[in-house]
């Protein structure tokens, strides 16, 4: 199986590395933000060098603001290099050969290693909505309204719906190798969508609107999950209807809850009565 660009667990470059000269991009990018950092702290050093009792206590907010900015230039020079590399070569679905000679193999090799640092800084900042900032700029479609939690998602050929969550440890492939075969294809998930956690989606997967993958689940490649259903096991299989999106199920659950409510305050009032009760005999 291959290793999503977007795998957060280091910064290590990918697995899939097919040429080491990839590297510089990688490395550039590592520079880059490091640089930045520097140059930020320095400025900040001169400007407050006399008042020393300013630097510390603007420094917290100063170590803030240059890893944000750190993110933000690797991101930008990341996404310099793939409009560059996508000219030369333009990403494509299909099945290919995984040798260094196949193209597309190979850019596939070469734009992860150059998404990888920034993909792995974004995720480490304190504030989820980075991560989604950073996936949109690599292309893929995707909503504020993800939870993404401690998932690995694959940053091209994935088309997000809206709220859809992705439980920890929960991959999202549309990159896929096997034996000596590479594979790419679109993997599409709709609205409502909840990915349990530690299940994987293989590339190619539709996973239609308001359907769950329950926990330790695996799709095959092109699988097709319908609307409405809860799906468990590997393969995944149809378990049953989910009824979480049933019309007028808000309403039965909020006149239960009323219900309980009436239910409780009655038994409040007839303790109340029966101690005032007992009181007064007393």
């Not at 050969?97 to 993909?119: C, N, V």
């Not at 800084?121 to 939690?149: A, V």
């Not at 239960?256 to 409780?264: L, N, V």
Request: glycine share 4%; hydrophobic share 45%; proline share 4%.
């Amino acid at each position: 199986m291959s290793v999503p660009a977007s795998l957060n667990v280091g910064p290590n470059t990918t697995l899939t590395l097919v040429k080491k000269r990839y590297l510089i991009f990688y490395i550039f990018l590592i520079w880059i933000s490091i640089f930045t950092i520097q140059f930020e702290f320095w400025l900040f050093w001169k400007l407050y060098e006399p008042k020393f009792i300013h630097f510390l206590f603007f420094l917290p907010l100063l170590v803030f603001v240059m890893y944000l900015t750190s993110i933000i230039v690797s991101l930008i020079f990341a996404k310099i290099f793939l409009i560059i590399v996508n000219r030369i070569h333009k990403p494509r679905e299909g099945i290919f050969l995984r040798h260094s000679s196949d193209k597309d193999y190979r850019y596939w090799s070469l734009r992860s290693t150059i998404k990888k640092w920034p993909i792995w800084i974004s995720h480490k900042f304190p504030f989820p909505f980075m991560n989604n900032i950073c996936l949109k700029m690599f292309g893929m479609k995707i909503k504020y309204s993800n939870s993404l939690f401690e998932g690995w998602v694959d940053t091209e050929f994935i088309e997000f719906g809206k709220n859809i969550v992705v439980g920890q440890s929960a991959i999202v492939q549309s990159a896929l190798i096997v034996g000596n075969l590479f594979i790419i294809r679109k993997t599409i998930i709709e609205d409502n969508v909840v990915i349990g956690a530690h299940s994987v989606v293989m590339p190619g997967t539709h996973i239609k609107k308001n359907s769950i993958l329950g926990g330790h689940s695996l799709t095959t490649v092109g699988q097709e999950l319908e609307e409405n259903f809860i799906y468990l096991g590997a393969p995944a299989k149809k378990f049953k209807k989910n009824v979480f999106f049933e019309e007028g199920l808000e309403d039965i659950i909020e006149k239960q809850i009323e219900k309980e409510i009436e239910s409780h305050e009655k038994f409040e009032e007839l303790y109340t009565m029966r101690v005032d009760k007992e009181t007064k005999i007393d």
